[in-house]
């Protein structure tokens, strides 16, 4: 009990910018993941998601060694991760709207090989680089910087959702009678997925880039289940991940675990919790 | 009788890579005409469906729809598709898919406005009393029909439904032709469906899809004549009368290309 009322203690103590960054991060980031996540739960494009936010590894390898090595000083991974993020994406949107059937090998190429050429440029860095640290992310390191950023992205994301709602909504629901509407469907497929790219860059920082896709699937799943419509799972899968950021920020402090997994099992046992609920209440109303 | 052609075939061939698909199609279809186009699974009906909505652009000749290219007169069309990759776990209500088909390339719309067009829609197909509910709890009847509402949202000058039948009950069916029939003479109605023998007996001119013109790989269009005398609410075939694709009720206008 002590361990959790210190969470709190520490929480509002200015000796400790870092927890009060974290819950900010935390408030900030589960606007992304419930938004976007839900967009790319409807859209089923999990899996491109997935391969994106792991082909960044390969723009944080090549930026630390060009930083560290004296060829680009000072040159921030983040730079590096977007641009291997919307090449991922451009890539991974271009072989899904032109070859539908070489789909899933090319996700799956992108995947393994942004993650090698990452390991392999981090080998070669000078000094010590821990490659498992940007795949699970410590929340407690996030920077005023980052949750500036994350702002920005938040506010960009939520004003792109609401103005092109009625947009979003018809694609992802019936591709084909959008497209008949007039509705530019691959600008917004690519447009979806470029933003998806970008937040999974900042998301990253947060719970780690192999957590990223589970918080874009788990809250926007878990909210799926009661939500009459796109906009209410939107708000529910929002209000999901501020709960499971919390309690996993919560928990780690507690039981001093890291933060970025204890967020993700948390809310994956949420959602089998709910998806066991919804087949029980399937089977009785059968 | 000097009534408008709404939908013109000019000689049109269409090929995938590797795959003649359609070849010298032409034919047309006259303003509020009710039309049949009847082929076998893998006949083409599906390429010729989207190079009517412009998803597919034609290798030679020329497609006119509402006296404009397709991909630009697409929007006055409502489209039903079959929506076979239907995800039963999209949130949405049954108002929400009628709005739907008046969404516009970009922007909002004022909601009110949607609300009452989309609840008029539904009124046309007898749905109104569910537009709060879930569209996932539907029956596929009620759904397919739900689908017809959201493409009547935009009053649209033409209406196109892909297999519209498929997959439903007696009772569905017969409810989505009371409804068609309403329409009958206002708006032009082009069915696509794989039933090769009999049609709805709303049905003024059939085309089918299944022969191959002397020497050539693609398909070709053909009007076949429809049974007199409707039997039980549909009119037969006549698959042995075949008569050229562009005679039509309107003589004077076939000629005016």
């Given at each position: 009990m002590s361990e959790f009322m210190g969470f709190f203690d520490a929480l509002f103590s200015p000796d400790f910018p870092f927890v009060r960054n974290a819950f900010f991060a935390g408030v900030l980031s589960s606007v992304l993941f419930g938004v976007l996540g839900s967009v790319v739960t409807v859209k089923r494009i999990a899996g491109l998601a997935g391969a994106i936010s792991h082909a960044v590894l390969g723009g944080i390898g090549i930026s630390l060694y060009l930083s560290a090595t004296g060829m680009v000083p000072n040159l921030s991974p983040m730079v590096g991760a977007i641009v291997f993020a919307l090449l991922s994406a451009l890539i991974i949107g271009t072989v899904s709207l032109k070859s539908k059937q070489r789909e899933d090998t090319v996700i799956q190429?992108?995947?393994?090989?942004?993650?090698?050429?990452?390991?392999l440029f981090m080998a070669k860095t000078p000094g010590y680089t821990d490659p498992s640290s940007y795949l699970f992310g410590n929340i407690l390191l996030?920077?005023?910087?980052?949750?500036?950023?994350?702002?920005?992205l938040d506010v960009v994301v939520i004003l792109l959702a609401w103005y092109f709602y009625p947009q979003i909504e018809a694609t992802s629901f019936d591709e084909e009678f959008s497209q008949v509407r007039g509705i530019p469907t691959r600008l917004v497929f690519l447009v979806i997925l470029a933003i998806t790219a970008v937040a999974v860059v900042l998301l990253q920082t947060f719970v780690g880039i192999v957590m990223v896709i589970a918080m874009?699937?788990?809250?926007?799943?878990?909210?799926?289940?009661?939500?009459?419509?796109?906009?209410?799972?939107?708000?529910?899968?929002?209000?999901?991940?501020?709960?499971?950021?919390?309690?996993?920020?919560?928990?780690?402090?507690?039981?001093?675990?890291?933060?970025?997994?204890?967020?993700?099992?948390i809310a994956g046992a949420f959602f089998l919790g709910r998806s066991v609920g919804h087949l029980i209440k399937m089977r009785r109303s059968r | 009788?000097?009534?408008?052609?709404?939908?013109?075939?000019?000689?049109?061939?269409?090929?995938?890579?590797?795959?003649?698909?359609?070849?010298?199609?032409?034919f047309h279809v006259h303003e509020g005409e009710f039309i049949a186009l009847v082929g076998p699974n893998g006949s083409g009906k599906t390429t010729l469906l989207k190079l009517i909505l412009g998803l597919e652009?034609?290798?030679?000749?020329?497609?006119?729809?509402?006296?404009?290219?397709?991909?630009?007169?697409?929007?006055?069309?409502?489209?039903?598709?079959?929506?076979?990759?239907?995800?039963?776990?999209?949130?949405?209500?049954?108002?929400?898919?009628?709005?739907?088909?008046?969404?516009?390339?970009?922007?909002?719309?004022p909601k009110e406005k949607l609300r009452q067009l989309a609840l008029e829609a539904l009124h046309q197909v007898e749905l109104a009393s569910l537009a709060d509910r879930p569209y996932s709890d539907l029956s596929g009847g009620q759904r397919r029909r739900v689908l017809v509402a959201r493409a009547l949202a935009s009053k649209p000058n033409m209406l196109i439904l892909d297999e519209p039948a498929a997959n439903m009950d007696k009772e569905s069916e017969q409810r989505l032709?009371?409804?068609?029939?309403?329409?009958?003479?206002?708006?032009?109605?082009?069915?696509?469906?794989?039933d090769m023998k009999r049609v709805s007996?709303?049905?003024?001119?059939?085309?089918?899809?299944?022969?191959?013109?002397?020497?050539?790989?693609?398909?070709?269009?053909?009007?076949?004549?429809?049974?007199?005398?409707?039997?039980?609410?549909?009119?037969?075939?006549?698959?042995?009368?075949?008569?050229?694709?562009?005679?039509c009720r309107y003589p004077q206008e076939a000629g005016n290309e």
């Open positions: 190429a992108i995947w393994a090989i942004g993650m090698s050429i990452g390991v996030i920077s005023t910087q980052d949750l500036v950023l994350l702002f920005a874009l699937t788990l809250p926007a799943g878990t909210a799926g289940f009661g939500a009459k419509n796109l906009v209410a799972m939107m708000v529910g899968s929002t209000l999901f991940a501020l709960l499971f950021s919390f309690a996993g920020l919560v928990s780690g402090w507690v039981l001093d675990l890291p933060v970025g997994a204890m967020v993700v099992v | 009788m000097n009534v408008p052609i709404v939908l013109h075939f000019h000689d049109v061939s269409f090929s995938y890579p590797h795959l003649m698909v359609l070849e010298e199609v032409g652009q034609p290798k030679s000749g020329s497609i006119e729809l509402l006296g404009q290219n397709p991909s630009k007169a697409r929007v006055q069309i409502g489209y039903v598709p079959q929506h076979a990759s239907y995800d039963p776990s999209f949130p949405i209500s049954v108002l929400e898919v009628v709005r739907m088909g008046m969404v516009e390339a970009r922007g909002r719309q032709y009371e409804t068609l029939a309403k329409l009958k003479g206002k708006t032009t109605v082009l069915i696509v469906t794989h007996a709303l049905t003024d001119r059939v085309f089918c899809i299944d022969a191959h013109k002397e020497g050539k790989v693609g398909r070709t269009v053909v009007q076949h004549m429809l049974e007199e005398e409707p039997d039980d609410g549909v009119k037969r075939i006549l698959h042995d009368v075949e008569i050229p694709a562009d005679q």
